[in-house]
């Protein structure tokens, strides 16, 4: 088990972009996600159409059809695709207006589940899910509007 | 809250260098895509009932309205077909 923070992204009158670091890391998930692809000649433009995505969203909000689900039916766990290519970026959409984004890669196998990075991600944010849900459910959490209020100073142990 | 510092300088950096036509394609699909939605509403059509009348799975008209699909003229004209309205005016 490994401590994980929730850092804020991006916020706009309309969404609240966060991403979430674990303990002992200098970079966040999204962090490391867009490293991995910026500069790769094949991946970039597809890193650009998830990004440019969000952008879009930061304006429009977090409509669930821009998701394709991952994870099981019980979680809140999607992912923002590049169909063709495969490139998935890992997210829990918590509201219409609220989005947490991990970190990603290229599915190159038929379920998340058999790549480990991948299934790694997913997980990760599983966790996180339901350890926010049961922080929301006693009163800890709050969803706000953009915001995710009473995590300030919080870590949750994934 | 503590913020991702480097997580925004790179989310604005890469979001700014995006390519002009790159960023006008995405703008096209998703416009296409609300666009979509909308007809889909005012005619009473759920997306099941569109993949069945265009011949095309759920997943694919789930893509469709995605808001980054590239659609090409001739899925254009079979869903302009189905919805007996064109989709797309130029």
């Known amino acids: 088990m490994t401590k994980a923070t929730i850092l804020s992204l991006e916020q706009t009158e309309v969404a609240g972009l966060f991403t979430l670091i674990f303990e002992g890391e200098m970079q966040s998930e999204f962090v490391k996600f867009v490293k991995k692809f910026k500069d790769d000649a094949v991946r970039k433009n597809e890193l650009r159409v998830i990004l440019n995505q969000i952008?879009?969203?930061l304006v429009k909000g977090i409509e669930e059809r821009r998701f394709r689900p991952e994870g099981k039916m019980s979680d809140g766990v999607t992912a923002l695709p590049v169909y063709k290519s495969g490139l998935r970026l890992y997210c829990l959409r918590l509201s219409d207006s609220v989005l947490i984004v991990g970190n990603g890669g290229v599915k190159n196998t038929q379920t998340y589940e058999e790549d480990k990075d991948l299934n790694g991600y997913v997980i990760s944010l599983q966790k996180l899910d339901a350890l926010l849900k049961a922080d929301i459910r006693n009163g800890v959490v709050r969803i706000e509007k953009t915001e995710i209020v009473g995590v300030d100073n919080k870590d949750y142990d994934i | 809250m503590k913020q991702d510092q480097e997580g925004r300088v790179l989310f604005r950096q890469i979001v700014d260098e995006t390519p002009e036509d790159l960023k006008t394609q995405l703008r096209f699909s998703d416009l296409i895509a609300e666009k979509l939605i909308?007809?889909?509403?005012?005619?009473?059509?759920?997306?099941?009932?569109?993949?069945?009348?265009?011949?095309?799975?759920?997943?694919?008209?789930?893509?469709?309205l995605g808001g980054t699909h590239n659609f090409t003229l001739r899925t254009l004209a079979k869903i302009s077909v189905v919805l007996g309205e064109d989709l797309i005016h130029v």
């Open chain 1, 55 to 57: 952008d879009t969203m």
């Open chain 2, 38 to 64: 909308g007809m889909l509403k005012s005619k009473g059509m759920s997306q099941r009932d569109l993949a069945k009348n265009t011949g095309k799975t759920e997943a694919e008209v789930s893509r469709w």
